[in-house]
């Protein structure tokens, strides 16, 4: 057993060796260090501080034995929460501290409106590498799908334009938020569908969807799509199990500790929040769930398994959710969406996640001088200066109709290919 295990590794470091010998192994090489670099010093310089406040006292908690919901502070899912836990462990042993309580932030002249818990450098750069090792693996993950479905110069550019885009590069490094873990949950699962390993296809769908729900549509596509792929209905309930145990799994423990209510918290406040807008786009939920069962049932009865129709249909399904303005960094899902469908309008969609990505680096970077003072984050004056220019920007811009652009572009896409193509076809 211990040699088989040595020559599978072996064979693994000798196959990575040449690969990264090869021209295009270079090149990917080349782009991860460069977008690596590019994280890091936009990470040490820019924290976003919100949500990562919550990571804080998540953290605090699991050193008191407290688990994940045991003292309030962590309201989503398991799935994250078991990232934090690792991180908090090593961040532990090294250590670093979390963070610090500041009064001086809540009250009549508080700075700042939603914490007053404020991470420190080092735990900061601790979840930002995770982050930025998430946003990798998405990459590699687009890049393996890419060779399979377009070939090797496309594969490049899906790991280039994803890994260099601005708009991912603030949300991990910034605004500190998960999203790419759920994007490589759903990329998994549908390099997994693809090379028809159903089992494995319904565990990634089924922690992409206890991570944060923006996987349900390509959930329910995947069904047909399963069922057209193999015309066996066995192989379609291989993939239905394996998302229904790992979903038991997850969330048994929860349940039978009686804290469900704590892991849905972050969509049943949502469900109920009448001002933001949350609360009119969940309503619409239920119809465009009901238009991907249908999309799914008329997959398995046409008897093609045609992936590119999976990944234009989830992409214009997930769009509509997002049509009514959200958090920003809820549309990254709809980037590695629009890199994978093949159309040459594509360029659009990059161009609009190009804009968003100026707005969201002017709203997020103006609140990083409140870490300078209170946590000794790398700062200088002329970076404070700098910061101080952007805030009268971020204080008069609104960029919400904007987000609504990329939404929309996602969904007009496809329309527009459709037409350019029959009227080629004239």
């Not at 460069?34 to 006292?57: E, K």
């Not at 991470?119 to 998405?138: E, H, N, Q, R, W």
């Not at 334009?161 to 708009?167: K, S």
């Not at 990254?332 to 040459?344: F, H």
């Amino acid at each position: 057993m211990c040699d088989q295990t040595s020559n599978i590794t072996f064979r693994l470091f000798s196959n990575m060796s040449d690969f990264l010998r090869s021209r295009i192994g270079r090149d990917l090489f080349i782009v991860a260090i460069i977008g690596l670099i590019i994280r890091y010093v936009v990470g040490a310089f820019f924290t976003y501080p919100t949500d990562v406040n919550y990571w804080v006292i998540v953290s605090e908690n699991l050193f008191s034995n407290e688990g994940l919901y045991g003292l309030p502070g962590y309201y989503y899912t398991p799935v994250w929460g078991y990232v934090l836990s690792a991180v908090t462990s090593v961040v532990g042993l090294l250590g670093i501290p979390l963070g610090e309580y500041v009064p001086e932030l809540v009250g009549p002249n508080m700075v700042l409106d939603w914490t007053n818990t404020l991470p420190s450098f080092g735990y900061a750069m601790a979840i930002k590498t995770v982050l930025f090792i998430f946003d990798l693996l998405v990459a590699i993950v687009l890049f393996r799908i890419g060779m399979r479905l377009y070939g090797e110069k496309r594969a490049f550019w899906m790991f280039t334009i994803w890994f260099l885009c601005p708009f991912t590069i603030v949300i991990s490094s910034i605004r500190m938020m998960f999203e790419n873990l759920e994007i490589l949950l759903l990329l998994l699962a549908l390099l997994c569908m693809v090379e028809r390993r159903p089992s494995w296809a319904g565990v990634m769908i089924a922690l992409s969807l206890m991570t944060k729900p923006y996987g349900i549509f390509l959930c329910v596509l995947m069904i047909g799509y399963s069922y057209a792929q193999s015309q066996s209905m066995r192989y379609t309930a291989q993939y239905i199990c394996a998302m229904a145990v790992t979903a038991l799994v997850l969330f048994v423990p929860v349940i039978l500790n009686g804290q469900l209510d704590e892991a849905m918290m972050w969509l049943t406040n949502r469900a109920y929040d009448t001002g933001t807008g949350y609360n009119s786009t969940l309503n619409l939920v239920p119809f465009i769930l009901f238009a991907s069962f249908v999309a799914s049932a008329l997959m398995a009865l046409s008897g093609k398994a045609s992936i590119t129709a999976l990944i234009v249909t989830n992409a214009v399904l997930t769009s509509m959710t997002l049509l009514n303005p959200g958090n920003i960094q809820y549309y990254l899902v709809l980037l590695p969406m629009a890199l994978l469908m093949s159309y040459r309008s594509n360029i659009i969609v990059i161009i609009a996640f190009l804009i968003l990505s100026g707005f969201a680096f002017i709203s997020y970077s103006t609140w990083s001088s409140v870490l300078y003072v209170h946590e000794g984050y790398i700062g200088s004056d002329l970076l404070e200066s700098f910061v101080s220019i952007l805030r009268p920007i971020d204080s008069t811009l609104s960029y919400n109709w904007f987000k609504s652009v990329v939404a929309y572009t996602v969904v007009a896409v496809p329309l527009l290919e459709c037409v350019r193509r029959r009227y080629a076809e004239r």
